[in-house]
């Protein structure tokens, strides 16, 4: 961690030397608590990355106990010291990892890293705003993510470990500190690290929401916007919505562990003979509360993901993305529906089995707008020139992740399946699939493709080719055999499989998959390397390297507060107009007026535009006897 | 270009050269004090000289790496230098894509072949039986989808690689196809949706139905870490129970004001008889755990305060299922999959599924759960008397009146 952060303040100090000076701004204003939302977005992503390679360690930590159950490594012992007695992971320590593993992964990378970084990035360069609508509070955001990482963080240093109780720290078990070491100070510091990180997404996501509303340039109205604004508007909406019931389900935890209170809390008898004097509460309740955040939690991992990937496959295989509209709805559909599909995740925790009923019939109707959006992809890659850029292929793994995770979710939202395949690995195969690979593919293809626009330099693409097989490849070796572990019955969060005769047989494919792990998790110093190497070193960017559409290639590559010398660009088409027949090159900026590209206009882009179609409909007729005449 | 800068940099080479001898020099200095320590305790390796090879063997990897992107850099340069293209990466990388997903399929039917013959036999319950008919529909209406679209997506993406002297075809939408795919997948997940809910209502549905035979009533009960079993007695009734009267003798807290509780069985196994309704009464004690048996397709979870019940009828004994999978040892499981604690692991209960008869024998000979101890403790008027009886009760007393 310390070494990547040094790393952050040098990325800073070297851009220094050719940034504009309007005002006088200090190192510590520009660098540290930056207002600007270009360099709160680089904050963002190398906060992000710092966390992920953390989270990914810890996997790999894990997966080491999961291939050699049976098996010391003093190395352990001399790292992790009374975590790791006699080099054997501690069976509460695994749970630990298990957990801090999720929680880093899906809120620390996924959310802020993937949100925080494109959304604070991209809207407003996309969009055409100078800056985010409130710059001090983006900045807020980022210094209370990096607060709540810090706690995080530093639930490893104290005596009883961090939180076990799983990412999703169902009481009683998070509830009482008796039940469980993780359960005393790691459980509490896990929860002041979540309650900043809420306020740091709350922040953030009230920013996105007013800038993608009031700040849009001239001529961008919301069907002019790329789908990547499109999927952070969202997906900010989205966690404006669900982030505080979770607040309000980890206030009553607090409450609950502290204050003595019973909300989550009833019938409870420790250790065979301390009955503790709870009653009337229930641990249901929390598992509403944490799942009415928790599933639209998955969409908010995905979405920007999407939407990340929809553009690039749109610039790289030079061709409109099919079904614009299409796209917008079905990601408006996703939107409404993740709120209505929680239940799913307790069809067998003792809920209501009617419940559960309504529940997979609302969770299955999600599978529509997501099939909607696959088959959307292939569309658009059908018939196109695709040019293979590192980003471009980590697009196609996403989707091609989405495809294969997507399908198991469809034996998972049925209630009655889901009886036998609850919390087996086949729901840890479904989700790291879906919207751990495909999110995380999803982030690289963005760094990838916006690394120009970050840091004013390319990354070499050869390394990004050799760091997406390696991760293609690692991350499927890794998952599809655990669908046929879950097929088999082995639970999840097991620290060994020895115990269970029936188990043993899977010792084997554990090893195999550590393997891949391992190989996956080496693979991506080809990324760190690449990207830390090219701020510094990497090729110069030129303004518009993919020959892209969007707004952001019109801004200079030197970043300058404000984003554009001058008015900023006024916008007048859609940004896909790729490879339209009858104009010369095979892309057409937004900031191009119909008025200079008569010979590629089409009568459907005058839709809204009686008097622009008038004057198309006499251009051809003008056109038309012209060649008449000759 | 990254690599040219990088293995022209002579500092950059000489620090890594000034690193790996470092590590070698920290390494033998490792071995030396392991050495000197071997002379007074055991020998002792923690693993940092495998860990330190294998850090080596990683640098090599990542040094030939370097060497082969620095071949690639020449090799374009010459081609630059003799006015020929420089090498087509978007030919390779579209020849890749064909190769992995020629790769990937012959790995997906290996994967369904070696590990699909490792999962679970076919259920041993009766709704199981369902179920496993809804997973092979399911199974069969998606896998199709998923082979296919992952076709598309690879040869789509080597057929249409980059090619300087074509253009992509302007295709923004088109209305039909896509209300197309809108509209059958939502047909095929509406079948799916109703045959699923049906399912799911009758398998949950956990009432015994008028003119039924009333369903074997168990109460299993979850803790920290393992499972209690309770059987009916006699009466074909379970007593009541109460969480503050659970102590160090009475660990289920049964009400013995309930006389309904005075006949209730412990059980260290779950016997039950093949063919008969089973109700599952489930409990927990202290934490959320959950009772799942595989091979039953049976999974609800135990909820402290919130008692939860599952229905389900064997339909094989453990012996037929012995043979059937040849396995002469093989034993139906327990587990716990909820997260529980440090051995959540570890939290098993053997299920044996017996013949009526072997079942009625087996009944015969368990304990009910007022034991002796119990009985001299509540004063029962048939308690065993003792010479130091009067004294131990007055000493429980007073513990309980605390």
Known sequence: MSTLSVHDHSVAHHEDDHGHHHHKETFISKYIFSMD??????????????????????SILFRIQLAYPDKAFPLLETLLGRFAPAGRLDSNFYLALVTIHGTIMVFFVLTAGLSGTFSNLLIPLQVGARDMASPFMNMLSYWFFFLASVIMLSSFMIQKGPASGGWTIYP?????????????????????????????????GINYVSTVLNMRTKGMDLWKMPLTIWAFFLTAVLGILSFPVLVAGVVLLIFDRSFGTSFYLSEIVL??????????????????????????????????????????????????????????????????????????????????????????????TIAVPSAVKTFNWLATLWRGNIRFTAAMLFAIGMVSFFISGGITGIFLGNAALDINLHDTYFVV????????????????????????????????????????????????????????????????????????????????????????????????????????????????????????NTLEWTAPVEHIHGNWPGDIPAVYRWPYDYSKPGADEDFIQQTVPLSQTMSSNLPHDFEDNPTGLEAHNKWVSTQKSNEEVK | ??????????????????????????????????????????????????????????????????????????????????????????????????????????GVYWSFTTHGSMILPSAASEHGGTLDTMFWTTTGITMPVFIITQILLFTFLF??????????????????????????PAIVLTVLVIFGFFTWQSIMNSVDAKGQPASINIDITGHQFAWELRYTGKDGRLGRTNYTLVNGTNKLGLDFTDKASFDDLQADTMVIPVNKSVRLNIHSQDVIHSVYIPHFRVQLNAVPGLPTYFKFKPILTTTQMRAKLDKPTFEYEILCNKICGGSHYNMKKIVRVVSEAEYQAWLAQQKPYLTDKLKQKLHFADAPATADSTKKVQGNRLALNN
């Open chain 2, 1 to 106: 270009m990254g690599f040219k800068n990088l293995f022209n940099s002579k500092k950059i080479l000489s620090l890594l050269a000034v690193f790996m001898l470092a590590g070698t020099n920290m390494l033998f200095a490792q071995g030396a004090e392991a050495a000197g320590a071997a002379a007074t305790d055991a020998p002792k390796d923690n693993g940092l000289a495998t860990a330190g090879y294998y850090i080596l063997m990683f640098l090599v990897v990542c040094f030939f790496i370097g060497i082969i992107g620095k071949v690639f850099r020449v090799y374009d340069l010459t081609q630059q230098i003799r006015g020929k293209q420089p090498m087509n990466w978007n030919n390779v990388m579209g020849v890749f894509c064909l190769l992995f997903l020629i790769a990937g399929l012959f």
């Open chain 1, 172 to 204: 009683p078990l998070s509830a009482m500190p008796k039940a469980m070491p993780g359960s005393g100070m790691g459980m509490t510091l896990w929860l002041i690290s979540m309650v900043l990180f809420i306020a740091s997404s709350l922040m953030g």
């Open chain 1, 429 to 548: 195969a479904h989700f790291h699939l879906v919207m751990g690979s495909a999110a995380i593919f999803g982030m690289l293809a963005g760094v990838y493709h916006w690394f120009p626009k970050m840091f004013g330099r390319m990354m070499n693409e050869r390394l990004g080719y050799l760091h997406f097989w390696l991760t293609f490849i690692g991350a499927y070796l890794v998952f599809f055999p655990m669908h046929f572990m879950g097929l088999d019955g082995v639970p999840r969060r097991y620290y060994a499989f020895t115990e269970f005769e029936s188990m043993k047989q899977w010792l084997s494919v554990n090893v195999f998959v550590t393997w891949a792990a391992i190989m996956a998790a080496v693979a991506q110093t080809a990324f760190l390397f690449n990207f830390f190497y090219s701020i510094f070193f990497g090729k110069k960017a030129t303004q518009n390297p993919w020959e892209a």
């Open chain 1, 37 to 58: 939302h270009k360099m709160i977005a680089k904050q963002f992503l190398i906060t992000g990355i710092t966390m992920a390679v953390i989270a990914m360690i810890l």
């Open chain 2, 159 to 184: 057929r249409y690689r980059y090619n300087a002297k074509r253009r992509a075809h302007f295709l923004p939408h088109n209305n039909t196809i896509e209300k197309v795919w809108t509209i059958a």
């Open chain 1, 271 to 364: 250790n065979g003979t301390q009955v503790q004097p709870f009653e009337g509460g229930s641990p249901i309740l929390f598992q509403h509360l944490f799942w009415f955040l928790g599933h639209p939690e998955v969409y908010i991992v995905i979405m920007p993901a999407m939407g990340i990937s929809s553009e690039i496959m749109s610039v790289n295989s030079r061709k409109p993305i099919f079904g614009y509209h299409a796209m917008v709805y079905s990601l408006i559909g996703i939107t409404v529906l993740s709120f209505i599909v929680w239940g799913h995740h307790m069809f067998v925790t003792g809920m209501n089995p009617f419940l559960g009923g309504v529940f997979m019939i609302t969770t299955l």
